[in-house]
């Protein structure tokens, strides 16, 4: 069984391209793709016009990409200094000690750059509301990231204010340089935030469109089969 074929798309800085489609049409396949999840069995990933292949996650971080999922990979009990560098912890002196304050310095820094709301660096994360958590997640992915974000439902699981929160997290980081391939279910999201719109439908590319220049009724039409 092929998950995803037929599909070519290319992302630039600074620019939001959103992937819709119904339940299995391969969106986060293709993310975990991109991710290293997966490694593709045909057809290639170019990075800045280089071919790159990932054998693990590590391989694409290496490469300057960075995932933001649902389930957002943070650590509870831990300050939130310390999931913004989960796994890059800066240490310093030949005992190679845990550099906290340097690693709360510069997450404060970045969650004012981004205008995070987050009463201090230093307090655990189960102390965060969800939109607290996922614009931690995302400040994550912009510290670490260097060309490519990728989120997948990134506000699937919030109320109404905090999603309009972490869009304007998103925005700003699209601000800043990054391209960012959005999964979404919300077309009025992906309307609010994408440049550029690609349609799947049972892992095939039906089209791009540029958000100006298309609708929501084509795009569910796109979607449903019915354009």
Same mark, same amino acid.
């Given at each position: 069984?092929?998950?995803? =074929?037929?599909?070519?798309?290319?992302?630039?800085?600074? =620019?939001?391209?959103?992937?819709?489609?119904?339940?299995?049409?391969?969106?986060?396949?293709?993310?975990?793709?991109?991710?290293?999840?997966?490694?593709?069995?045909?057809?290639?990933?170019?990075?800045?016009?280089?071919?790159?292949?990932?054998?693990?996650?590590?391989?694409?971080?290496?490469?300057?990409?960075?995932?933001?999922? $649902?389930?957002?990979?943070?650590?509870?009990?831990?300050?939130?200094?310390?999931?913004?560098?989960?796994?890059?912890?800066?240490?310093?002196?030949?005992?190679?000690?845990?550099? /906290?304050?340097?690693?709360?310095? $510069?997450?404060?820094?970045?969650?004012?750059?981004?205008?995070?709301?987050?009463?201090?660096?230093?307090? *655990? !994360?189960?102390?965060?509301?969800?939109?607290?958590?996922?614009?931690?997640?995302?400040? /994550?992915?912009?510290?670490?990231?260097?060309?490519?974000?990728?989120?997948?439902? *990134?506000?699937?699981?919030?109320? !109404?204010?905090?999603?309009?929160?972490?869009?304007?997290?998103?925005?700003?980081?699209?601000?800043?340089?990054?391209?960012?391939?959005?999964?979404?279910?919300?077309?009025?999201?992906?309307?609010?935030?994408?440049?550029?719109?690609?349609?799947?439908?049972?892992?095939?590319?039906?089209?791009?469109?540029?958000?100006?220049?298309?609708?929501?009724?084509?795009?569910?039409?796109?979607?449903?089969?019915?354009?």
């Amino acid at each position: 069984m092929v998950a995803v =074929e037929e599909l070519t798309l290319g992302l630039d800085s600074g =620019e939001i391209v959103a992937l819709v489609g119904d339940n299995g049409a391969g969106k986060s396949t293709v993310v975990k793709c991109l991710a290293g999840v997966y490694a593709p069995t045909s057809g290639r990933i170019l990075l800045e016009g280089r071919p790159v292949r990932f054998s693990s996650p590590l391989d694409a971080r290496r490469d300057g990409i960075e995932v933001v999922l $649902q389930d957002l990979a943070l650590a509870n009990t831990q300050p939130v200094y310390m999931n913004v560098f989960l796994g890059r912890e800066l240490v310093k002196g030949p005992l190679r000690w845990l550099d /906290r304050h340097s690693m709360a310095a $510069q997450t404060q820094t970045l969650l004012h750059e981004l205008d995070v709301r987050v009463d201090g660096s230093s307090q *655990p !994360v189960r102390n965060l509301s969800g939109g607290q958590r996922q614009a931690v997640a995302i400040a /994550r992915a912009v510290l670490w990231a260097q060309r490519l974000v990728l989120m997948d439902e *990134p506000t699937a699981a919030l109320g !109404v204010a905090e999603t309009r929160r972490v869009e304007e997290v998103i925005r700003r980081m699209r601000d800043r340089g990054l391209a960012i391939l959005l999964v979404s279910h919300s077309l009025d999201q992906v309307f609010r935030l994408a440049d550029r719109i690609c349609v799947l439908r049972r892992g095939k590319q039906v089209g791009v469109r540029r958000r100006a220049d298309t609708s929501g009724d084509e795009i569910v039409a796109m979607i449903t089969g019915l354009r």
